[in-house]
């Protein structure tokens, strides 16, 4: 008995390797005249190591095999190959005299999809093998849609990182650290600082709802935004209204909450509003504590048009740690099922780590995930630190 390849019956069926496995000619020749002139290229094996060999060299779609065979029996053949990478995903039909449950249950233990009981019946066969082809196929294209789309995001990922800052810029009396994390890929956080006239500087952190390509997008609108901002945006209840209005054209059913403050180099000041947002953190030596810094603020941008926009003035201090953040920090959870929460990190910011930002930031994200107990994170990060000197 020779490979035999007739002709196809159908397209899809045309490239699809069978390959049929058992140490008895008879049985080889039952199972080939049932399957033959159904569009399968059938492959044949007389034993355990020839079946393995022809697996290597042609990766079948699906595997008919025999259990009980001299040398490597069908168990043996299929522990090997749900162990290989390369193979694991081929399914296995084992075929069999044995009725015992228990040897059928061992067979599917070990990875096979089905079981056909010996004598063959030609339908019952036939019904498996398309069956069996069909899931195959269908996981394969699912598989390859899904490499496709971890393609796409990868470059969503890529586009957005190149909007963040490249460097944080040099303000004078104020040294600055960031952190940026996606839950997976692409995500909706977006951090950033504009120079301004008058040695003012403009500090975003912002968070669009969602995660993945959609909310990316809503966060380059806010970045495009903000940077083309035409004229100087050293009004934060006007930067915050005009950004607003545009998103509500074109965000459609969705919201983006955010952060806004302009801080006076001249006098340390800081004027802040704030759109459905966290209040940003505050720790002074001073006080000996981190508290947050109560602003009114208004709803998350992107629903509809604002009035008044409250704005929040403070003064800073020498030694004062400023932090804004989005939610995705707070929000994390560890295998119990507790969340992170805003007095882990009021504590972290009031811990004596020094004045370098770099630093006092590493050790909160480093206690985030300390606690997480390697958890993936379910949502975006940002944090951008300001240490006044």
């Not at 089905?114 to 398309?130: G, H, L, M």
């Amino acid at each position: 008995m020779t490979n035999h390849s007739p002709p196809s019956t159908d397209s899809r069926a045309e490239a699809e390797r069978i390959l049929l496995v058992d140490d008895n000619p008879a049985n080889l020749q039952v199972l080939f005249q049932t399957l033959e002139g159904r569009g399968y290229n059938l492959l044949v094996a007389k034993d355990g190591e020839t079946a393995l060999t022809i697996v290597k060299k042609a990766l079948p779609e699906l595997i008919l095999l025999d259990i009980m065979m001299p040398g490597i029996d069908g168990y043996e053949v299929c522990r090997q190959l749900k162990e290989n990478p390369a193979t694991r995903d081929i399914p296995v039909i084992f075929l069999s005299a044995l009725d015992d449950t228990k040897d059928k249950v061992r067979g599917l233990d070990l990875g096979a999809v089905d079981y056909i009981s010996k004598p063959f019946q030609a339908d019952e066969v036939i019904a498996r093998v398309n069956t069996h082809l069909t899931i195959h196929r269908l996981q394969q294209q699912l598989q390859e849609q899904k490499d496709a789309l971890e393609r796409e995001l990868e470059v969503v990922a890529k586009v957005q990182y190149d909007l963040l800052p490249k460097r944080l810029p040099e303000i004078k009396g104020m040294k600055l650290s960031a952190y940026y994390q996606t839950s997976r890929y692409a995500g909706g956080d977006y951090y950033d600082i504009i120079e301004l006239p008058d040695e003012r500087w403009g500090f975003m952190v912002a968070d669009a709802e969602g995660h993945s390509t959609p909310a990316a997008v809503r966060m380059a609108m806010t970045c495009a935004l903000l940077r083309g901002y035409p004229g100087a945006a050293s009004d934060p209840g006007e930067v915050l209204k005009d950004l607003n209005r545009t998103l509500c054209e074109v965000v459609g059913m969705s919201f983006i909450t955010a952060i806004y403050a302009v801080y006076n180099g001249r006098d340390q000041s800081l004027r802040i509003v704030k759109a459905g947002h966290m209040d940003p953190l505050l720790y002074r030596p001073a006080d000996g504590e981190t508290a947050e810094i109560p602003c009114a603020g208004t709803f998350a941008m992107g629903i509809e048009d604002y009035g008044e926009v409250p704005l929040t003035e403070i003064s800073l201090q020498a030694g004062d740690r400023l932090l804004f953040y989005t939610d995705g920090l707070t929000e994390r959870f560890n295998p119990e099922g507790e969340m992170y929460g805003l007095e882990r990190l009021r504590r972290q910011l009031s811990k004596d780590h020094g004045d370098n930002p770099r630093e006092i930031l590493d050790a909160i994200v480093d206690d985030a995930e300390r606690f997480a107990k390697g958890l993936p994170a379910d949502d975006d990060q940002a944090l951008l630190l300001c240490v006044v000197e």
